[in-house]
């Protein structure tokens, strides 16, 4: 999990300009335990939100490849919260941030 952490918090400081926010919450959920990663970035459009979770796609063609990652992180992300049995989502809108939701199911007991 820390894989999952460590990914969205480094898409949130990436994305997010100079002077935005960057907030991480944690709370029970009817299916479980949710974890919320929001920043005031750049966002996502809708277009790209439905892909953002393949393999190798990167929504932000613009920048450098220098600077860019390989666009597997997401991907990697949502595979492993699969493997926890949890979901991974995202809400967003272009110039007004993004917001990532990951589930994982309460444990028995």
Not at 45 to 67: C, G, H, L, V, W
Request: a positive charge; aromatic letters at 6%.
């Amino acid at each position: 999990m820390d894989h999952v952490w460590c990914n969205l918090l480094h898409n949130a400081i990436k994305f997010t300009p100079d002077g935005g926010r960057i907030a991480v919450s944690l709370r029970r959920a009817d299916e479980g335990l949710e974890v919320a990663v929001r920043d005031t970035g750049i966002g996502v459009s809708p277009s790209d939100q439905e892909r953002i979770f393949e393999r190798f796609f990167k929504a932000d063609r613009s920048r450098d490849r220098a600077a860019d990652g390989s666009g597997l992180g997401l991907a990697l992300a949502q595979e492993i919260v699969a493997l926890h049995r949890g979901s991974v989502s995202v809400h967003s809108r272009p110039r007004s941030g993004s917001a990532f939701r990951v589930v994982l199911p309460a444990l028995p007991g």
